[in-house]
């Protein structure tokens, strides 16, 4: 997989992840309410160093076993499983999911004592799925990645970032100005969309995964 393809492929599955209503939606909504877009944009870069780290954690301990083709195949094979999963599911989430950027969703979190940055920390290691992702997907999306070399990774990175900034500054502008930029429709077809995408990446993962395994 090739620098663009990486870029561009890690930027649209971190968006189908970062779509879904989770913890780090809620946080991102109460520090925006607090703090405005700045409150919002280190809430995701609380977030993003978090990802960051993980990103060189997994690269330095996969560089002792890339060598080993059975272990790439299983972790690619795995990976593509994960993706499949999440396309079914954002797939029948796209005919009824909502898109709320209302605080009185999650009254549990507005009083937190964290600032915006730990607060967009937290919110992502405390996240079971998060976890799942880049032991799967992630390690998926890096060991390809380090085949080509820093760059690859840097690629990857850079693109998985964008998606969540991307994402989460639209919802914290919402916020800030009081309009719904995206409505019921489009947000809903750009899930379907995001499955469809999601799906035909899980088949390439498993079909390179496969490929080594059974060559």
Known sequence: MGLGALLISSFFVGLSGAMMPGGLLIVNINETIKGGLIGGL??????????????????????????????????????GALLAWMAIGTARSSRTAELSVSPDDSPATTNTRFGPLSAGSLATIS?????????????????????????ALAAFYIGHIASDYAWYFLISLALVTGRRLINRRVYRGMLL?????LAALAVYFIWSGARLLIG
């Open 42 to 79: 280190l809430v995701i870069t609380g977030h993003a160093l978090v990802e960051l780290l993980t990103v060189t954690g997994l690269a330095l301990g996969l560089g002792a076993v890339l060598g080993k083709e059975t272990v790439v195949g299983t972790i690619a094979v795995a990976g």
């Open 127 to 151: 996240n079971p799925y998060w976890s799942l992702w880049w032991t799967s997907v992630g390690a998926a999306y890096v060991t390809i990645a380090m085949e080509t070399g820093t760059s």
């Open 193 to 197: 969309v995001g499955s469809i995408f």
